[in-house]
């Protein structure tokens, strides 16, 4: 679907299909949501953010009057944004919260084009960084930076990288070399670029000194953290797999991995009966949750893969570790979670999942929700979009009335949609049965619909 914007500052939606944005002037805020989204800028167009999900091979085109020449990456001074900057001129793309390691509309784009001459920067194998931050060649040097937030990159060579004070960010794909890390405060953070996953690397302690190293097979490819088993060393608080989204969190002065989309606080949250017994969230999952129906994340649904992966099932393989293993590098999808019970739209699990603040003070979900939740903006279950319902329907705000509530009494029955990614008169057309039962088409979708294969219209 194309979203052509206008001169002015603005938000465009766009759906779970592939889509193009051309924001043009104004500084506008680009939802991709899934699909492989194409971004297209041209002439005087302002500072637009980009806010993509992580699903699709997305882009950002720049027309021919612009070229390779007229843009440099930037880290954000502020947040973990990446920013393509004009370089005489004020016109910027950011790419939100790009260097988080987790949540949700973030600006992952995987290339830059220049249209004008077929130039091409490649984000995700990290060879676009070239012209960013601190970055060495691929000889063996020293790279110094500041005490403010830094990006440091090594390329080949045994590097050594001194990222100073401030929170500094550690970039490493391609053959890197082995490079040694030295810190001095800050809460710090290494990515690994997609072209590596975690299966590749193995932690060891070096033979000599205290030295905590993260090595490929061989050793031809390391991370070292100096000092690291030092008792007053300062450490990198974080190691992130671009490829899976797994975490290596070496924050407690130990290694402890937390896997891509699996999270610890919705788990608990959302299961709460499970920290109650005093059990290690992934443990749990890994040996019991799964076989439960239990979702590892509001990123995947445990049900559904094994619904719609009948091979993975038959198996009787984790379903989520089949996918970091496998099912990702063959392209198989996965579903956002969607709990049982739903009622009135209402996903507890879900809710849990995505606002694990809320089960840890205790609260019942939907209470929260009623009191606090939608006036700041969180969503009821994985379509509705709180946010847009208020925006579409400025009355429903004006009064202050639950927009999943009037959605479930008034909206669908006026054909209005609940979010971006769901039609209500596409899903009634697609399923006349349901529309003659006179049933909230959200509401059988999240209940039967999905588990039956139904379109969304």
Sequence with gaps: MIFPGTNASE????????????????????FGRDGNDIYIFSGAFGRDTISNDVAGIDEVQF?????????????SAIGNDLVIQQVNGDNAVILNGYFNTSGSNRGLVETVRFTGNGTVWNLADGSAFANVGFTGT????????????????GFGGNDDLRGGDGDDLYFFSGAFGRDVINE?????????????TEAYFQ????????????????GQNAIIFNTYFNANSQKVETVYFQATGTIWDLSTGSLVVRPGFFDYAGYNAAYPEVARAGLDAYSHYLSYGWKEGRDPSAKFDTTLYLLQNPDVAASGLNPLLHYLNYGQAEGRPVHAAVGFGITGGFDSA????????????????????????WRAGANP????????????NPAVAAAGIDPLLHYDLYG???????????????????????????LDPLQHYLQYGVYEGRPLG
């Design 11 to 30: 938000r465009l939606d766009g759906t779970s299909s592939d889509d193009v944005f051309t924001g043009l002037g104004g500084n506008d805020d680009l």
């Design 63 to 75: 027309g021919p009057d612009y070229g390779p020449g007229s843009f440099r990456l930037v880290r």
């Design 138 to 153: 691929n000889a063996a040097e020293t790279i110094l930076a500041t005490s403010g937030n830094d990006l440091l990159i």
């Design 184 to 196: 001095t405060s800050g809460v710090d953070l290494v990515v690994v670029a997609a072209d590596w």
């Design 203 to 218: 932690p060891i302690r070096s033979s000599i000194g205290n030295d905590l190293v993260l090595q490929t097979a061989g």
């Design 350 to 373: 879900y809710y849990l999942l995505t606002n694990p603040v809320v089960g840890q003070a205790g609260v019942d979900a939907y209470a929260h929700w009623q009191a606090y939740g």
């Design 381 to 392: 279950n994985y379509l509705f979009d709180t946010k847009y319902y208020l925006a579409q």
């Design 412 to 438: 669908w029955k006026a054909g209005v949609d609940p979010g971006p990614n769901f039609s209500t008169r596409g899903y009634l057309a697609a399923n006349p049965d349901v529309a003659a039962a006179g």
